[in-house]
């Protein structure tokens, strides 16, 4: 047995259980095929038996084909007086054809008691045959034992006794719950050590952020021979939330040595973690460790000054090592590496000394200051960086829009867009409703567009989502759009920022067009097509 | 010497460095009054050498009149190569006639080296001297030694003679600091251990959250012997924060069981969180522990059907020791323990078996299954909980609206809303401009009740949330509409659904202004209030 720490991540289970977490199946599983490529082990989808939208997850997820991650169902142990076959949620995890389960349990007796009101034996038989049941038709356990931490310092015997029965049966992981959060380091350290000596089984550590110290309890979990750490993606999860893995895999891999996921999977964890909020639609804190924009950003002058000599004067890590970057608060030095990254990804060179270089920068970081964010805008990133540097042509230019919505009493609502605009410099005027003002907007614009271009007729919005920046002037305050088209081949994202969210989402949504025709010829002529050319522009 | 933690709050100062965080004099006033009524013994108010603002803050919080707590200025060793008495920074600390100065100075090789280019003996000479210099004018001294564990890694003599210097210098307190926050858990214990043995003099701590481990680093560092402990409310501070005060304090006194304040200060830690957040205009995160709206919100149907029987199950501390109280949250995850539950929060009898409530729980179920979300949404709850109980008058109907946007290049977008709507039974006709179509559809609406309820003035839209349910038919698919809106005293959050972000943006809307009316008599009449006593509501 190797030193590698297994992950398995709840997000989609326990993080949902966080306030204002929401997740649609669609959602849950693009969220998983991130957590795939990050490198985790085990994806803990959701509970089948306690709603239909996770079930629906768990069918859809079969055709995800993930490279390593195994998608796991949560569930409990069966009910308490009836056999572990006639449990209507025991049942559903075999309907669903799960290949791994994670299964809880109670470990602290005042919980069977008050909780689940039933004897201290009948759980025993509960974690038993439960597990026997599961591992009989072939799935793989992962034993949850809930409490854990609580129980332990409760009724030390019995709460051994739970687990131990769960290894027995055939469990392949015990997991030590700090369900409640209210475990410190240095018990966590110590209990963890003493099973470690009564139970030769592979253990892993669940823990919860109710007293802020669930990234250094997974940790010391860890250091006393857990090999499992269970979390979620920015610590989402009931109340506090759980283990944050964006602080814990850094932790673990960079700080203890420790072998989680490859290295370049680690330099795309702030990726990962800026793109599951954006999916969550979680207000993402800029101070968040490692992954939030201000985590390796200076703003103190004796700080500025003396990373300008060396950045580990104050700075623990390099940031690149998590995807993440550096910034100066008050100086103009950060970005350029990144933005040069980011051009090669999409297939354009950009020299580090090109003036042209110099000024895309001094632009993202204007917009940046706006309120742009281009981490889940890429189109409209790839748009700015096409049109600082290669001459893009402006297929479309606006001249006027006017919206109406109008709304009667038991009446349905009825929205209206009049749009003009240029297209080759020819005006085109058209007029479209919509179900919504949005909708009618892209409608009408559609419209303008689709003599010349017919193929945009299979793109369609699949996302569309609105923040307000900050919260001084009430309603008058900045709003950001983000918005997301898919066609049958590529799904791609635009940013929109303004106090009005209309012109905000018209932002969005020219940029999305615009997007869509980089690749396309018009059907009456061939201009667009030959400035791409002339620019040197690599399909994608 | 008793065990009592001495608390150094540095919000003034660290935490201003965090971005987005900025203080005016005025609030810096407010925040020290507050922390010294929590009980804390310095605080740190900023660095007089650095800026005007800092030095006005030291000359008018000498007429607070605190009650413990003693106002700390910040500030360095002296420069390099001069006397402490040329130094313009220290005789500023003198002027400003503070009692006592926190002097940071360089304890790592490197850091002398690169940072501040000079050799390790003058390094040790400007320790020496500044501090010497310090006592002699009658002030006490904190001596913070910068970058400390790193330092000790690198050359573990010298960190310990920089210390040595400036506590035989007459420090009268040397603060350990983890500046980078690059330090894990047990390496603060062991050498925080190591350093006690070697010099036996007064020990704090200073830790920073980069690894998401400042809380975990403090404890461990009170536990092998720090007895000052140094962090920021809700942990603002530099680049990922500092240790975060608002669970450093419940964690050593309710956990470790050493005395920091009184358990009435303690019973104020929430309210004092939140006043801080609002004076700094920073988002709280709903899940910060011990303090936020989630730390104690259960949402998860198996929790709540537990704590129903005990709080303790999936509670760790009573709220109330912290300020703080439980919520439960109704959402897709729950049953029907939860909506009884939040009935009762509300002052509402809600019988297991009365009709009305299976009407109410029916009624939930098929607004969530169109899309609505009530854990984000507590106002509109509460509005649903009392139509359906309480015969709540509705003082507020909708006639019609209509809206308009229009847009030409390079002209400013313009928003107007028409709103016709009846209050109490009477017809109101009104017209506005906004920002947005939302903003203009608040003005127009509150126009139209400003006459009867004036007091509508004072609450503004705090935060706007929207996002798409489903992605299967584009533009046409539902949008559901997150409001929070606060007034001076309270913050209330409702929703809205619709295929129209209009038309859900409006339900949410007038749910907001609803709700806002529930404690409001009207100018002219009395009927709403009539209506409130009728149905037996308890005031909130």
């Known amino acids: 047995m190797d030193n590698r720490i297994t992950i398995l991540d709840t997000t989609l289970r326990d993080g949902t259980q966080g306030e204002g977490v929401s997740l649609t199946v669609e959602d849950k599983l693009k969220i998983a095929k991130r957590l795939d490529m990050l490198g985790i082990s085990f994806i803990e989808g959701g509970w089948p038996g306690s709603n239909h939208k996770d079930a629906e997850f768990f069918i859809r997820a079969r055709e995800l084909n993930l490279q390593q991650a195994r998608i796991t169902a949560f569930g409990s142990t069966r009910r308490k007086n009836i056999p572990a076959e006639h449990d209507a949620n025991l049942r559903q995890l075999l309907d669903i054809r799960v290949g791994t389960a994670a299964i809880f349990g109670k470990s602290w007796d005042f919980q069977v008691q008050t909780a689940i009101q039933t004897t201290l034996f009948e759980n025993l038989n509960m974690i038993e045959d439960t597990v026997r049941f599961l591992k009989r038709s072939g799935i793989g ?39 409640n959060g209210g475990t410190l380091p240095h018990e966590i350290a110590a209990i963890v050590a003493s099973v470690k000596e009564q139970l030769d089984c592979p253990l892993g550590i669940h823990a919860h952020n109710d007293c802020e110290l669930a990234v250094a309890n997974t940790i010391a979990a860890v250091m006393a021979g857990a090999a499992q750490v269970q979390g979620t993606i920015n610590g989402y999860g009931e109340r506090c939330g759980n283990a944050n893995l964006i602080s814990v895999i850094p932790n673990l891999q960079l700080k203890l040595g420790l072998p989680v996921i490859t290295a370049e999977q680690l330099a795309g964890l702030t990726s990962t ?268």
């Open 141 to 179: 356990v992962i034993y949850d034992a809930e409490h854990f931490f609580d129980g332990y310092k409760s009724n030390r015997a019995y709460a051994m006794s739970t687990i131990r029965k769960a290894y027995e049966a055939g469990a392949d992981w015990v997991v030590l719950c700090d369900t």
């Open 273 to 540: 973690a800026r793109y599951v909020s954006e999916i969550a639609n979680m207000h993402m804190p800029v101070n968040q460790p490692f992954a939030g924009h201000a985590a390796f950003a200076h703003k103190g002058g004796v700080h500025v000054s003396a990373i300008l000599r060396d950045s580990s004067t104050y700075e623990h890590i390099a940031p690149g090592l998590v995807g993440n970057r550096q910034r100066v608060l008050v100086s103009e030095l950060s970005g350029q590496s990144n933005l040069v990254f980011k051009a090669q990804e999409l297939g354009l060179e950009l020299e580090a000394n090109d003036p042209n270089t110099k000024i895309l920068i001094e632009r993202v970081k204007e917009l940046e200051h706006q309120g742009y964010q281009f981490d889940g805008a890429d189109a409209s990133l790839e748009l700015l960086i096409r049109s600082v540097h290669g001459n893009l042509e402006e297929i479309l230019t606006l001249e006027s829009f006017k919206i109406t919505v109008v709304k009667s009493v038991d009446q349905a609502i009825l929205s209206e867009a009049v749009v003009k605009v240029k297209v080759h410099g020819e005006s085109v005027y058209n007029a479209a409703e919509g179900n919504g003002p949005i909708n009618a907007l892209d409608n009408a614009l559609r419209k303008c567009l689709m003599q010349h271009y017919p193929s945009l007729q299979t793109m369609h919005l699949s996302d569309y989502k609105v923040r307000v920046l900050d919260d001084k002037d009430g309603t008058a305050t900045k709003v950001r759009v983000l918005i997301e088209f898919s066609d049958r081949e590529e799904t791609w994202s635009t940013v929109g920022v303004s106090e009005n969210i209309i012109e905000a989402s018209w932002q969005a949504l020219c940029d999305s067009i615009r997007y869509a025709l980089l690749d396309v010829k018009p059907a009456l002529n061939k201009r667009a097509e030959g400035a791409k050319e002339a620019v040197g522009l690599v399909n994608h």
